[in-house]
């Protein structure tokens, strides 16, 4: 069985996104500087389907965090936007119709709904009896390649709690958000033993990799 | 004139210090973990009298942020669990007769006290009249030398906030405190600009140098 893991970044004082999120502002404020180191990196330029980018002391700690990826699983807010029933036009991402995830895609929700198939091998499911079947869900899926887990903090959060996710990439961003959704919040020093696995400076982030015990 | 810098150590989820700071646990609960990273290093002991210790990769970058500094400014929460008048016996610090500052030290309060000298060259300068005000005297009293900020979390954030300070070195700890006070913290994107200066991975710490501009 592969490992469970997970990449976020995080600004200097520790927001996974912004305050005030939005549909318009999915990050919150200012939340999308979060992700200019990565956006310019060929890896994630190929991810996405284009050409371009640059090679960087990130290239090889960002692929090795992302490469080997069987199955995601995701938190509703996350997903959308939208709260309670899901009712039509159904809401399929913020991705378009072909997701850069090539994966089945596990949402955790309270609201149940049928698979949803999108094009280039992403389809989303909808657990809604929690985070730990949607983990197992997510193993069976992927089989030998790891679980990624996209988000956002508080799904990240339970996951640590539940002893559920292996290695966490904080990708620390030299910028001020203000306010919005820590990333490392809401944790015991009892919830999990922190490891430091890996140290890395790129341009324009900070790369730490733990391993939870 | 010298730089005003800071070297703080924070939790990885971004505590300075732990939950209930007490006089037994000036740190708050687990808060001493924060330091078991530089208390090993032969620096962090010499600089303390005393011999032996280690070299890792932390000794560089330690004591860089350390070295040149020729007076301190520090809040009177740091200083000592007192609050309000001062009143006999008087709160010397947590450092004994040496306090291993050998240099002028700045506290803020609001109560007026005479300096207070003490064996080894620190003298505490008790300053009423505001933040700016006790950097200028620490910088009068530096000359060419730096300015070290010792802490604790609010005062940083009013050097950052008042852009009196240039440099803030995190040791970024691998473990979790689930409280207390963190460092980056009451901080809007607007108070500064952050420019990441020096990554450096070491035995249990992450070292993140930050520019403020």
């Not at 919150?28 to 284009?50: C, K, P, Y």
């Not at 069976?140 to 290695?167: F, H, M, N, P, Y």
């Amino acid at each position: 069985v592969g490992k469970a893991k997970a990449q976020i970044s995080i600004s200097a004082d520790g927001y996974a996104a912004g305050p005030n999120q939005s549909e318009e502002h999915p990050l919150g404020e200012n939340g999308e500087d979060l992700h200019s180191w990565v956006v310019a990196l060929d890896v994630w330029q190929r991810q996405h389907g284009r050409e371009g980018g640059e090679t960087t002391a990130s290239t090889p700690i960002y692929t090795e965090a992302t490469a080997n990826t069987g199955a995601v699983v995701m938190g509703r807010k996350m997903f959308g936007p939208t709260r309670g029933e899901w009712t039509e036009p159904l809401w399929n991402g913020w991705w378009g119709d072909e997701p850069p995830f090539h994966a089945p895609v596990f949402v955790l929700t309270h609201h149940a709904r049928e698979p949803q198939e999108m094009e280039g091998g992403t389809t989303f499911h909808f657990v809604t009896d929690g985070i730990e079947r949607a983990f197992e869900l997510a193993h069976e899926a992927a089989g030998e390649k790891d679980v990624s887990v996209a988000g956002g903090a508080a799904t990240v959060q339970q996951a640590i709690r539940g002893g559920l996710l292996d290695e966490l990439l904080v990708n620390q961003v030299p910028l001020l958000l203000g306010g919005g959704e820590r990333l490392i919040d809401n944790l015991d020093p009892g919830d999990a033993k922190v490891e430091q696995v890996e140290v890395v400076g790129a341009p324009g982030v900070a790369h730490i990799l733990y391993r939870f015990g």
